[in-house]
């Protein structure tokens, strides 16, 4: 069976037209060209949903592992802030990592 490759005509920043043969569309294989090619408001929604999820999971991971200290056992919330103020390099005055899967969480997320 003979397969031709796809062929499309885009058109480029100065309006010329270009062909382009042979080039599967593969999302998320090159982030740095989506950042650059990206409209703002998408390439704001995706850095601000990216750092919504990174957020979210070491919450989750705070947590379940139980280990902030000066934080109330089992919340959710006081693990949420920590991770955002850990993010963000606020900090906090009151809450800091107190075991050792808490610390090494800390530690790969800086």
């Known amino acids: 069976m003979n397969h031709r490759p796809r062929a499309r005509i885009v058109i480029g920043p100065d ?3 270009h062909l382009r043969q042979g ?3 593969v999302y998320l294989r090159d982030l740095y060209h989506y950042a ?3 409209p ?3 390439l704001f929604a995706t850095v601000g949903a990216m750092f919504v999820c990174a957020n979210l999971l070491f919450a989750l ?3 379940l592992d139980n280990g902030l200290r000066d934080a109330r056992a089992g919340s959710f919330t006081d693990a949420l802030f920590f991770s955002i103020q850990t993010m963000t390099t606020i900090g ?3 809450m800091a990592p107190r075991s050792i899967i808490a610390n090494l969480m800390v530690c790969w997320r800086l």
Do not use: N, Q
Request: overall charge positive; aromatic content about 12%.
């Open 92 to 94: 906090s005055a009151t």
């Open 36 to 38: 650059m090619t990206a």
């Open 61 to 63: 991971g705070y947590t």
């Open 40 to 42: 703002w408001p998408a």
């Open 23 to 25: 080039v599967r569309r």
């Open 15 to 17: 309006g010329t037209p």
